[in-house]
């Protein structure tokens, strides 16, 4: 069965510092790779995705992963915080060329101080 | 042109009461899926509808849970004789097709409180 892990729930960093949310996942078929943001209160908002072709990718707002299929990871990493970073990012997976289904992390709290 | 769109935003109920949850997915998107996100816990996939069609309810309860996404109107998540473990938000998404390589465009949730 495919899972995937966000081994750290809570990531406290200082603003402007950088920053590391590892996500790690297993699946015996190729998958498409994805991150969501989640503001408190709020919906998820698609922050960035892998589908295929450049292992790297990047979002508008300075987030980027990176795909590693050797190690099973998508890691996201921003070189420089913001607080109004602070909020809750997924990891998701889905498999290519099945349903449209979705399987999420459990999340991992970015919790930006000044 | 509106993006996935939950109602209501907050729901409390009582317990033995049904509660149930619209959606009503982007403009040109006839794929949905709910999800259920417990207070400190990932999103856990319920189930993908299409147009009138169930296509994977794999995640659903066995009993008291059901939804619907008839050719006119939202889709509709009905949980009937809800209990205290019910309380959680419930997150509605689309998708313009079963591709799913764009990702999901998720609704704001509708959080339910179970009395």
């Known amino acids: 069965a495919q899972s995937v892990t966000q081994l750290d729930s809570q990531v406290p960093v200082f603003e402007e510092a950088p920053v590391e949310l590892r996500c790690n996942y297993s699946s015996s078929v190729s998958v498409y790779l994805f991150w969501y943001v989640q503001y408190p209160n709020q919906g998820l908002q698609l922050l960035l995705k892998y589908l295929s072709g450049s292992t790297l990718v990047e979002s508008i707002n300075g987030f980027e992963a990176e795909f590693n299929k050797s190690q099973t990871s998508f890691h996201l990493r921003k070189p420089s915080v913001h607080i109004s970073d602070t909020a809750e990012y997924f990891c998701?997976?889905?498999?290519?060329?099945?349903?449209?289904?979705?399987?999420f992390g459990t999340g991992t709290l970015l919790a930006v101080q000044p | 042109n509106a993006g996935v769109m939950q109602n209501p935003r907050h729901l409390v109920r009582r317990r033995g009461q049904e509660a149930r949850l619209r959606c009503s997915p982007m403009k040109g998107h006839s794929h949905v899926y709910w999800y259920r996100q417990l207070p400190e816990e990932g999103l856990k996939f319920m189930v993908y509808?299409?147009?009138?069609?169930?296509?994977?309810e794999s995640g659903m309860p066995k009993e008291r849970f059901s939804a619907e996404f008839p050719k006119e109107g939202p889709s509709i998540l009905r949980i009937q004789q809800v209990v205290r473990g019910d309380s959680a938000a419930y997150f509605c998404?689309?998708?313009?097709?079963?591709?799913?390589?764009?990702?999901?465009?998720f609704g704001s949730g509708t959080r339910l409180t179970v009395v």
């Open positions: 998404a689309s998708s313009p097709s079963g591709q799913g390589n764009s990702g999901y465009t």
């Open positions: 998701a997976v889905r498999l290519a060329g099945a349903t449209n289904k979705l399987i």
């Open positions: 509808l299409q147009k009138e069609n169930i296509i994977d």
